[in-house]
């Protein structure tokens, strides 16, 4: 068998490798751009952040409905957009920095969540939360991936100019334009959206 069929006979016979492949292609699409502006706005600490502030939330969506995509990607998106919102409010009021304020908030997050989840299920449960497989991914998955990376690419076109502004001089962009402060908050819902989208 040559190195071709090799590499392209799994993803003929098994139906479940197809939708790793597009899932995994679908979350390249969204978070590559929402990295790159991460780490643009020095703020690389948030996205891990934000990551691991989501187990909250999922923990409370499957405490509520078991393994129900809905109610965990409902759950997660709230509680990491719950954290993103405090840090900021907090680096807006002090003179903390942001990473600082997202560090601080994303281990209370992340301790309650494991709080919630090992108090109310078993340690499968618990692994099956923090540990998943691409492999696993179903057609509602995927669905919500594709749509959360196609609504990803859109809101990005759309605020570009002000959030690459804000990303080289915010100062600049509070005196010439208001949309500085609502490119922030859009780019951290964003950003919340496909670290739910892969989780």
């Not at 490798?17 to 590559?32: I, K, P």
């Amino acid at each position: 068998m040559t190195l071709g069929a090799l590499l392209v006979q799994p993803f003929a016979d098994y139906a479940f490798m197809r939708r790793a492949l597009v899932a995994t292609f679908a979350l390249s699409l969204g978070s590559a751009p929402i990295g790159t502006l991460l780490v643009l706005r020095r703020m690389s600490l948030a996205g891990d952040a934000m990551g691991h502030a989501l187990l909250p939330g999922v923990a409370v969506g499957f405490l509520v409905a078991g393994f129900s995509l809905v109610a965990m990607s409902l759950g997660a998106f709230v509680a990491a957009l719950t954290v993103a919102l405090a840090a900021g409010f907090v680096t807006r009021i002090t003179s903390q920095r942001e990473d600082a304020s997202f560090a601080a908030f994303y281990l209370i997050a992340l301790a309650l969540g494991v709080l919630l989840v090992s108090t109310h299920g078993s340690s499968v449960d618990l692994m099956h939360l923090l540990f998943g497989t691409i492999l696993a991914v179903d057609d509602p998955a995927l669905i919500l991936v594709a749509a959360v990376a196609s609504l990803t690419l859109v809101a990005l076109a759309a605020i570009y100019r002000p959030l690459l502004a804000e990303c080289v001089d915010p100062g600049f962009l509070r005196n010439v334009s208001r949309l500085g402060s609502f490119a922030h908050y859009a780019f951290l819902a964003l950003t919340v959206a496909n670290l739910v989208a892969g989780f």
